[in-house]
């Protein structure tokens, strides 16, 4: 069936700090593709999105690109700040319209001062 | 425009007893998903509605039921309750043909003592 892997976490980082985490996923055909964030005490929130091979999802400095040779899709933010801390989920949709998502364990992101 | 919400916030229960949480979905969404988010971990598909009738389910046990009105609001229901049922519940919302598009609600804090 289809899966996510994402990268273990917690991540620390210092404000303006470059993140990159990482995701690869299986499935069969071509699913969707997202990164969603939690905030403390909060349910998920859909931070991008991308539905095809080679496809950018971008939003709020955050960005990740559908690479289907290597099944991955990364996230990756330029200069990270304080209130970029929370819980990230990369997760997949199959093929076709009533799809549910498979969501990743997560990795929790912590920037600093 | 108001987004998916969900009642009660928290919720206590004793193993054995019966619980139920709602949902509404977004304005204009016609399937509700639900979704389990134990602590650490990646929300885990539960079933989805849609016109009323469940449509897709995960691998969770039939202690685990739902119902959609005709308003397309939802309810959750888990008999016998476990103390492993205790978790954060998400509801997300979508369109039934764009469902991989899904709208989450802040979830409800299941606690089983």
């Known amino acids: 069936g289809n899966s996510v892997t994402q990268m273990e976490g917690p991540v620390t980082l210092s404000e303006e700090a470059f993140l990159t985490i990482n995701c690869t996923y299986t499935?069969?055909?071509?699913?969707?593709l997202f990164w969603y964030v939690q905030y403390p005490g909060e349910g998920l929130q859909l931070l991008l999105k991308?539905?095809?091979?080679?496809d950018k999802g971008s939003n709020k400095g955050f960005e990740a690109t559908y690479r289907k040779e290597t099944t991955s899709f990364h996230l990756e933010k330029g200069s990270v700040q304080v209130s970029d801390s929370a819980v990230y989920f990369c997760?997949?949709?199959?093929?076709?319209?009533?799809?549910?998502?498979?969501f990743g364990k997560g990795t929790k992101l912590t920037v600093n001062p | 425009d108001a987004g998916v919400t969900q009642s009660p916030t928290h919720l206590i229960k004793t193993r054995g007893q019966q619980v139920t949480l709602r949902c509404s979905p977004k304005?204009?969404?016609?399937?509700v998903s639900w979704y389990q988010q134990a602590l650490g971990q990646g929300p885990q598909f539960i079933f989805q509605?849609?016109?009323?009738?469940?449509?897709q389910r995960g691998n969770f046990p039939d202690r685990f039921s739902g119902h959609q009105f005709p308003n397309y609001s939802s309810e959750l229901n888990v008999n016998a309750l476990l103390l492993g049922d205790s978790a954060l519940y998400l509801c997300?919302?979508?369109?039934?043909?764009?469902?991989?598009?899904?709208?989450f609600g802040p979830g409800t804090r299941l606690t089983v003592t």
């Open positions: 499935a069969t055909g071509y699913p969707s």
């Open positions: 509605y849609y016109e009323e009738e469940e449509r």
């Open positions: 991308a539905t095809k091979a080679d």
């Open positions: 997760a997949l949709s199959g093929q076709g319209g009533s799809e549910k998502l498979v």
């Open positions: 997300a919302s979508s369109f039934y043909e764009v469902s991989y598009e899904q709208y």
């Open positions: 304005s204009g969404h016609d399937t």
